[in-house]
């Protein structure tokens, strides 16, 4: 776990209803969960917070989660394929508006955001202001979990 404090890079993606979108303006609550994926395979883990999410979002008004996949510059002329598949996956619209798609230079985000393991998933806390709050890493689990709980009651 770590406590950062710095901005959340102002980057432009696309949700899985169409609409350009940008970051961190997109995120629409007091408080923001961002979970970001770097590899096809990386949704099982960002999939493994989904309940604790939903759960947590239901009983707190402020908070909001998105899941931001992101993808290589190279696969940017078949966006409209990739993201359709993935639209196409999804019934529910609220998922697919809360899923924001970003394409380009990964390093516009890492690099700000001290992300240096692209292996697993990177899972934001961010405020309304586009500040970074917490940061962690991988899937579930309790500890992770417990360590998110906390940095959402100081924000």
């Known amino acids: 776990m770590v406590e950062p404090s710095h901005p959340f890079p102002r980057l432009l993606a696309r949700d899985l209803e169409g609409r350009d979108r940008w970051l961190p303006e997109a995120f629409s609550g007091e408080r923001n969960v961002v979970l970001v994926a770097f590899q096809r395979r990386h949704q099982e883990l960002v999939d493994s917070w989904l ?25 940017a002329p078949v ?10 996956a999804i019934p529910d619209p609220a998922v697919r508006r809360r899923t924001l798609t970003l394409y380009g ?45 906390v940095a959402l009651e100081r924000s």
């Open 51 to 75: 309940p604790w999410l939903e759960a947590r979002s239901s009983q707190d008004a402020g908070l909001r989660f998105f899941e931001v996949p992101t993808i290589a510059r190279i696969w």
């Open 79 to 88: 966006r409209n394929f990739i993201d359709g598949g993935m639209a196409a």
């Open 105 to 149: 230079d990964l390093s516009r985000l890492t690099g700000p955001l001290q992300i240096t393991d692209r292996q697993t998933i990177t899972v934001l806390l961010v405020d309304r202001g586009g500040q970074v709050r917490w940061s962690g890493t991988g899937g579930y689990d309790e500890t992770r979990a417990g360590e998110l709980a």
